[in-house]
């Protein structure tokens, strides 16, 4: 037999044991339940307050955690870059603590415990103390990402540019910063997807009617008990949210994609 042949023929068993496994699933269901749990009559009454509330709220909190902790990232990335040790020393121990802590632990902490330690409440209630938790946690993850751009840029750049008489502070800011962002676009992208999935964390710490997210607006509906309460709103809610990541997901491939072309 040739070997042509032979990966047709593994390719065709693979096909069919696929399709077996997707039979037997759809066996499995139950289907009179999942029409009366997840097609019920408020289907089309939930999208108001899902989309006009849940995902512009979503939008906000996650633009608003990207923007502050990409800045507070990159005061930490140069921490770490830093010839000053203690520098170092600060930005490496706050990485390391909020990379290691879950990022609800994060939430809850400003939502409940610096209010109680400091009394400070951080503006937005416990919706924007949950956002300072996201800000803290999206700062320490992108530092990493942000410090190997710097590194990554290569040590000609800073020497032609003082060749030119640029002063170190110039050549970061108008040399080298541009550059690592331009390195560094597709993991970031990753990040902005990973904090829109990261704002159901916020589900947690309850918001006002108006300050909701996505979940915590799907959590209402499935706890409300009437037909617009139903699972419905469960498959409402993960249809919006890849709506929203998908096409952002792609870009991040294509992004690597025209990256690993232009090398």
């Known amino acids: 037999m040739k070997r042509s042949t032979k990966r047709r023929l593994r390719q065709g068993g693979l096909y069919a044991v696929l399709a077996a496994i997707v039979v037997l699933l759809a066996l499995a269901v139950d289907w009179a339940n999942v029409r009366a749990n ?3 009559d408020g ?3 939930n999208w108001h307050d899902l989309i ?7 939008a906000i909190y996650t633009i608003i955690a990207f923007a502050l902790g990409l800045a507070l990232a990159l005061l930490l990335a140069l921490m770490k870059l830093s010839d000053v040790v203690a520098y170092r020393w600060i930005a490496t121990a706050y990485i390391e ?4 802590l879950p ?3 994060t939430i809850l902490f400003m939502a409940f415990a610096v209010p109680i330690a ?3 409440r951080p503006p937005g209630g416990t919706a924007g103390a949950g956002v300072v938790g996201l800000v803290l946690v999206a700062g320490a993850y992108m530092a990493e990402t942000l410090r190997a751009g710097l590194q990554a840029v ?3 750049q800073a020497e032609a540019a003082r060749s030119l008489g640029m002063g170190p502070a110039h050549t970061l800011i108008h040399i080298i910063i541009p550059q690592a962002f331009r390195i560094i676009i597709p ?3 990753n990040e902005f997807v990973l904090l829109i999935k990261d704002t159901s964390l916020l589900s947690i710490v309850g918001a006002a009617v108006g300050q909701r997210e996505l979940t915590n607006v799907t959590r209402d509906f499935l706890s409300s008990g009437d037909t617009a309460g139903t699972a419905t709103s469960l498959m409402q809610a993960a249809l919006l949210y890849l709506i929203i990541t998908l096409p952002l997901t792609r870009l991040v491939a294509w992004l690597e994609k025209r990256q690993q072309r232009a090398r």
């Open 38 to 40: 997840f097609w019920a």
């Open 103 to 105: 990022a609800l632990i």
């Open 118 to 120: 400091f009394q400070w």
């Open 97 to 100: 603590l909020f990379r290691g």
């Open 43 to 45: 289907l089309g009454s």
């Open 52 to 58: 006009v509330t849940g995902v512009k709220n979503t």
């Open 187 to 189: 993991p970031l992208t």
């Open 154 to 156: 290569p040590k000609g």
